[in-house]
């Protein structure tokens, strides 16, 4: 079943979502965005699902993050933005039932906070984790209350303030993956995974994801949707989303 730019796909108590935009690296366009929403919606609605798995298609990418292309930088727009943006990508996280990021390629921006956003990270052995935002004068918005949860304070602000991606080992030695497998394995480890999970008892599982969960999404997401609008209206972003389309080094003037 085709919804938005993502295929969904229902494999038993299983259900399959593969965000489908490969020549675009499955960047977060409205497609995608749609698809994505829909499919979760599908799978808290079906009582027969009781695990999801989120992949991307193709080999290189899971999600390349934000569609930077479509930026505007008006007040109003950044605004609008941030305030469906992050609940957008904390979706997986509010999702009642058991979600797998098995992570193919690339996870960047907006695309390693999905996955982050999820229960479980599986990683192809090709997979890359980052938060390159710094180097268009950006934070990423969901990940900056979350990240130093799963990999500690020092090495959040490092991936934050450097930008540089992490191969799929180190994401699993920090907390980030689960586990890494070979790329040729990855959905059926996936699927295996997600059926064991599907096997237990239901209600049990659920108050499990609910109670590791509780207390996220607290102060720390209402400070971000209120933060986060002004580094999109700075010079700064501006000169580092023109340099990043005109694929030039930026010249940053703070």
């Known amino acids: 079943m085709r919804l938005g730019s993502v295929n969904y796909e229902k494999k038993g108590k299983v259900a399959v979502i593969t965000l489908d935009e490969p020549s675009k690296l499955n960047a977060l366009s ?55 943006i992050l609940p957008f990508l904390q979706s997986p996280e509010r999702c009642t039932k058991p979600l797998i990021a098995a992570v193919n390629g690339l996870a960047l921006g907006g695309g390693f906070e999905i996955a982050i956003s999820c229960d479980f990270i599986l990683a192809s052995e090709r997979a890359k984790f980052g938060v390159p935002e710094i180097k268009l004068g950006l934070l990423p918005g969901f990940a900056v209350v ?49 059926e064991k999970i599907a096997s237990k008892p239901r209600f049990a599982v659920g108050l499990a994801k609910s109670a590791y969960n509780r207390g996220l999404g607290g ?36």
């Open 30 to 84: 409205a497609g995608i965005r749609q698809g994505l929403t829909e499919s979760l919606a599908k799978i808290e609605a079906d009582d027969d699902i009781r695990v999801g798995i989120i992949t991307g298609s193709g080999d290189k990418s899971f999600c390349a993050g934000m569609d930077i292309g479509a930026i505007d930088f008006s007040a109003d727009f950044a605004r609008k933005f941030i305030r469906e």
């Open 146 to 194: 979350r990240l130093q949860e799963l990999v500690g304070r020092p090495k959040a602000k490092e991936m934050s303030m450097l930008g540089e991606p992490i191969g799929a080992e180190e994401a699993c030695r920090v907390g980030i993956a689960l586990r890494v497998l070979p790329h040729e394995k990855l959905m059926e480890e996936a699927m295996a995974f997600a």
């Open 219 to 254: 102060d720390d997401m209402l400070y971000a949707e209120d933060a986060m609008p002004f580094l999109l209206m700075t010079e700064d972003t501006q000169e580092g989303v023109t340099a990043f389309l005109e694929k030039r080094q930026p010249k940053f003037k703070s």
